[in-house]
């Protein structure tokens, strides 16, 4: 619905701006959950209900709060309905068909190994949840702090360039997990976490706010988001088998399917990536140590 409000070449600074407010609020809860489980360590069960019970109240104000959005009249067009059999049919002819597969392909590949994060801190590192909790925020905090900058550089150089740039990060991720474990270094690599996300993810949006009409939009995120839905909850359900049938690497089996995901999304990234098209028709050529520069020191 905002993009109907927001012009094209301000939709980036604009999501930047409201992404960075929900990441802050993102830390802000993260280490509210954290405490909260570190000083009832002894009574899980207590501080577990306090969390539940503190979301419950914040999704109840968010209902409170959306129930005064206005929403303007929808009117559908004949020419802006087409089946979902229809969509899949065109994917692989169309750039944005291929957008959402390299997407919902990319998601499968990170979710392989992206639930097992926690059970690897927690379980094989023996982290406790004060240390668990620090090295999960630097992922919100970095993106609370560098999103509206990725915002500004994607209306200038197109949304298409950062998804590249930053999907080269995500497929890298895992890896420093398999080199080394301390927390610090670990903190170090969630940084690069959220630095790649925070660009990759308002992105991601933005490109389809970019390709697609106002009339097919809301019927176009739909299909977007059953079929990154679908490959989000496949993923995750393989690598729960695969997390306990695949050997070890340097004494845990999770360290393999890290490496594993980590190669799948390369892989991804490298065959996609060359098949979708920029849809803006005016961008600025950037080189990917000017896109570095113009997020860390700007």
């Not at 980036?12 to 570190?38: C, D, E, K, P």
């Not at 929808?74 to 969509?87: E, K, N, P, T, V």
Request: hydrophobic share 55%.
């Amino acid at each position: 619905m905002m993009s109907e409000y927001i012009p094209a070449n301000k939709r980036g600074a604009y999501f930047g701006w409201r992404n960075r407010t929900l990441g802050f609020i993102a830390v802000a809860a993260s280490l509210f959950g954290g405490l909260t489980l570190q000083i009832f360590k002894n009574n899980v069960f207590t501080g577990f209900l306090i969390i539940l019970l503190f979301a419950m109240c914040a999704r109840f104000a968010c209902v409170y709060f959306l129930s005064l959005q206005y929403e303007p009249k929808f009117r559908h067009g004949s020419h802006a309905r087409f089946s979902f059999l229809d969509f899949l049919k065109r994917a692989k002819e169309s750039s944005f068909g291929r957008f959402v597969f390299f997407v919902a392909g990319l998601n499968f590949c990170v979710n392989l190994a992206a639930p097992f994060f926690a059970v690897f801190m927690l379980r094989d590192l023996k982290f406790n949840y004060l240390t668990y909790t620090l090295v999960m925020v630097p992922v919100p905090l970095t993106t609370f702090l560098l999103i509206r900058r990725w915002g500004y550089l994607a209306d200038r150089i197109g949304n298409l360039r950062v998804l590249k740039f930053t999907a080269l990060f995500i497929a890298s991720l895992p890896l420093p997990w398999i080199i080394y474990r301390h927390p610090a270094f670990l903190i170090l690599v969630q940084i690069l976490g959220g630095f790649a996300w925070s660009g990759f993810n308002l992105c991601a949006t933005n490109f389809i706010f970019d390709s697609v009409s106002g009339p097919k939009r809301t019927r176009c995120f739909s299909y977007f988001n059953v079929i990154n839905g679908f490959f989000i909850s496949l993923g995750a359900a393989i690598g729960g088998y695969l997390a306990t049938h695949l050997p070890e690497l340097f004494g845990h089996r999770l360290l393999f399917l890290f490496l594993l995901s980590s190669t799948m999304r390369f892989l991804v990234v490298l065959f996609f990536t060359p098949r979708i098209q920029e849809v803006r028709a005016s961008v600025e050529p950037i080189k990917a140590l000017g896109i570095v520069k113009s997020i860390i020191f700007k």
